[in-house]
């Protein structure tokens, strides 16, 4: 069964960090690439950050420089490290990938980032 499970949310402080996981099972992240999307009060969802199977990454502009998305094969395994937050990155963060057609998703681990 395919599975994604989030975690590491919580709550920090502006121009903090804080490292997301997205464990999966099922399937192995090596081989196929994966997604951290994030939703915010009253927004759409939006994509953050993609690692391929090649490991080549991509970001969207509000968070580059800020964010790395990484892989851990053995752990299969894939990170969200966040640095200097600020207040707008508050979301619901949530993990993606299409093993063998399968639109699969995490439940979403919450990140707040508030004084």
């Known amino acids: 069964q395919v599975q994604l499970v989030e975690s590491g949310g919580g709550w920090i402080q502006p121009g903090g960090s804080l490292r997301l996981s997205c464990a999966a099972s099922g399937f192995s992240l090596s081989v196929f690439g994966v997604r951290w999307h994030r939703q915010a009060p009253g927004k759409e969802r939006e994509l953050v950050a993609t690692?391929?199977?090649?490991?080549?990454?991509n970001y969207v502009n509000s968070v580059k420089g800020r964010f790395t998305i990484s892989r851990d094969n053995a752990r299969n395994t894939v990170y969200l490290q966040m640095t200097s937050l600020k207040p707008d990155d508050t979301a619901v963060y949530y993990c993606n990938a299409h093993p063998y057609g399968i639109d699969s998703w995490g439940k979403g681990t919450l990140v707040t980032v508030s004084a």
């Open positions: 690692i391929l199977a090649t490991g080549s990454t």
